[in-house]
């Protein structure tokens, strides 16, 4: 599996012990599309701006806070009265202005009330959650005490508890209408999105994904999709991760304190000393952020991803598949670019620490999956039946003395596994004991290695039957079932 956090200890047993490797380096961001809106009392310099992108916003995790838990005016459906008394939207908060005083002269059609977000629980949603619980004033906010301009949280959403891994929507707000038009409610005006890649696919298009458009020719009649936003009069933010943003072309906030110091964008520098702010988790390989201690220049929501496995409980098959992808993911798979199989733009070359790290456990997984017993023919029980199967592999190195051999990281050796021959399933009732044994190595001059064929003579024709007959019967076996349960339908039915 891929995650960022270790898995609680003991969650997998006593005896699976798994392996981190670090893969991947990279960040979430707040990506947007919002276009510049004069207003009427704006100069010259600035009125010919309308309709321009505009590149940069600063946010912090107080101003983030109210994002998340519907706290402007518009952030609740029209007629909902529990935000009342706090600014409309992001756009006429005086503390965002504090942040970002060119917005100041500028006028919004719709504003920006909230973000989209992914439904899916994640990693990463606790990750932002606990970089906004760090921060004093905005945990203060989310606990009920108000910002210096007065704005409260929404009291549906006092004293949350954080971290959490997703993003509830507590608001119970509806807007009512008369029959037959069902009620619009938080989740039709404040979606979710399926992803942050979908997210940040609806933000480069100005999509809220809002349901707010009543389609009286459907059937039956129902609330469908709203168009988006109309170009040059866009405002959307969206959660997202940098490798999608960069990819849609979306700017990314810069994130602060509430003072609006130490301002951070996610770029290459700022990744990495996200990542060297991070710290032991505990676990051995895995670090951590810790948001109240990041360190100056370093982007606070920096995120560090894992491979992680169980060595013990790999086939040898296995084993190599995964030790190729760790080595190929820090070794080719860091050299940035845009054709397939290379580093995307977004992503940042993991520090050689990590990759020399990865590398490690690539090794260590095949050493502990090529540690198999000795290749004389050893039974396994199944099904009460014996298949003998002959084992061919890696002997495990003993000490002096016969001594048990001792496996990297403490783990026990694999089941036993074979290229040679592989049971995935117990043999039917009706099988024999079957025997797999190498193939004949001994051949006639000019056979170029081939096996010497053995005439069937008539049993070719007893093997063919045997088939079709087999054949026959999975085909029949489901509508047999059908029929039978049809005829006790039918019975059922005359009594």
């Known amino acids: 599996v891929f995650l960022s956090d270790p898995l609680a200890a003991g ?35 600035v009125r010919q701006r309308n309709g321009v992108r505009i590149n940069s916003i600063n946010l912090s995790p107080r101003l983030v806070a109210k994002l998340l838990t519907q706290s402007y005016r518009d952030g609740v459906v ?61 945990h203060k906010f989310i606990n009920g005490t108000p910002d210096p301009y007065g704005m409260k949280v929404n009291p549906n959403y006092a004293n949350l508890q ?23 409610c938080t989740l039709d005006w404040f979606p979710y999105s399926a992803t942050m890649h979908a997210g940040a696919r609806a933000a480069s298009r100005g999509d809220l994904l809002l349901r707010t458009t009543w389609n009286f020719g459907g059937n039956p009649a129902t609330w469908g999709p709203t ?20 990819r849609d072309g979306l ?19 700022s990744l990495l000393g996200g990542a060297a ?11 951590v952020p810790v948001p109240s201690d990041v360190k100056p220049g370093a982007y606070p929501l920096t995120t560090l991803t ?29 050299a940035t670019g845009q054709q397939p199989g290379q580093l995307p733009l977004g992503y940042v070359p993991l520090p050689q620490a990590m990759q020399q790290q990865t590398v490690a456990a690539a090794n260590t997984i095949l050493a502990v999956a090529n540690h198999v017993p000795s290749p004389s023919p050893s039974p396994i029980a199944s099904g009460g039946e014996t298949i003998t199967v002959t084992v061919t592999g890696t002997r495990p190195t003993t000490g002096t003395g016969g ?25 039917a009732p009706s099988a024999k004991i079957f025997t797999a044994s190498p193939p004949a190595t001994a051949t006639a001059a000019g056979s170029r290695g081939r096996t010497p064929a053995q005439p069937l003579g008539a049993i070719r024709y007893v093997l063919l039957f045997a088939l079709l007959f087999g054949g026959v019967a999975v085909a029949a076996g489901p509508g047999l079932t059908v029929l039978s349960h049809s005829s006790r339908l039918s019975k059922l039915l005359r009594r």
């Open 277 to 287: 702010s991070m710290v032991n988790s505990g676990v051995d390989g895995v670090v």
């Open 162 to 184: 954080l971290p959490r891994p997703e993003f509830p929507k507590d608001d119970p707000a509806c807007q009512n209408f008369p029959a037959p038009q069902t009620p619009l």
């Open 403 to 427: 001594s048990t051999p001792t496996y990297a990281g403490g783990l026990n050796p694999p089941p036993v596994s074979s290229p040679s021959a592989h049971v995935s399933a117990p043999p």
């Open 227 to 246: 168009p988006a936003q109309p170009e040059g009069s866009r405002a959307v933010l969206a959660l997202s991760d940098v490798a999608t943003a960069t």
């Open 251 to 269: 700017p990314m906030a810069s994130l602060c304190d509430d003072a609006g110091n130490n301002c951070v964008s996610p770029t290459s520098d």
């Open 78 to 138: 029209p007629g909902a009265t529990d935000d009342a008394g706090n600014p409309a939207d992001l756009t006429t908060d005086p503390d965002f202005l504090a942040l970002n005083p060119k917005f100041k002269q500028l006028t919004f059609s719709s504003g920006i009330a909230s973000m989209l977000v992914p439904e899916s629980p994640s990693d990463a949603t606790d990750e932002l959650w606990a970089w906004v619980n760090a921060d004093p004033d905005a």
């Open 11 to 45: 969650s997998l047993g006593p005896t699976k012990k798994p392996l981190y490797s670090p893969v991947a380096l990279s960040g979430l961001a707040i990506a947007f599309n919002i276009e510049s809106q004069y207003s009427f009392s704006a100069p010259a310099n």
């Open 306 to 334: 894992y491979a992680a496995t169980v060595p013990s409980e790999l086939s040898i098959g296995e084993a190599k598949d995964y030790a190729a992808l760790l080595k190929y993911a820090v070794g080719p798979g860091q």
